[in-house]
């Protein structure tokens, strides 16, 4: 006999004895341990996450400024154009009332999809039902 197998022999593993239930207590610490587990590495990934978001925030508010400044530009030459053809009092409230309207549009989408149930992560909570449905079927049997 080798070396590793004497130090094998006789080795007594304590699963092999076991009972059913302390088996499933086995089982359900060690589920609990995964779900801990892998909770921790989401909040870990999630931060990691979140720190690589503000930095993109950063230049995305800083190219809305500038592009906010450009759009106001642009709507004053929609102004100065529109004074070719009407009084300039009635271009600017022209112009001012379809970009009220647009943005008044663009905020009732944006409330639309700011609703609860739009918000819920719904694929999430499937597979969680799905796996306590799984976990009471094994516990069960």
């Not at 341990?33 to 930095?55: F, I, N, P, W």
Request: proline letters at 3%; glycine letters at 10%; hydrophobic letters at 50%.
């Amino acid at each position: 006999m080798s070396a590793a197998e004497d130090r094998d022999y006789g080795r007594y593993d304590p699963r092999a004895n076991r009972s059913i239930a302390g088996l499933f207590a086995d089982l359900a610490r060690d589920m609990t341990g995964l779900v801990r587990t892998e909770l921790e590495m989401a909040k870990t990934e999630l931060s990691e996450k979140a720190g690589q978001a503000a930095g993109g925030a950063v230049f995305i508010a800083i190219g809305g400024f500038v592009a906010f400044a450009g759009l106001l530009v642009l709507l004053a030459c929609v102004v100065l154009a529109l004074t070719q053809v009407v009084a300039p009092w009635l271009a600017a409230l022209i112009v001012g009332l379809v970009v009220a309207a647009i943005g008044v549009v663009l905020m009732l989408t944006g409330r639309s999809r700011l609703r609860p149930q739009n918000l819920q992560p719904n694929r999430t909570i499937e597979t969680l039902r799905d796996d306590k449905r799984w976990a009471q079927g094994h516990l069960s049997r």
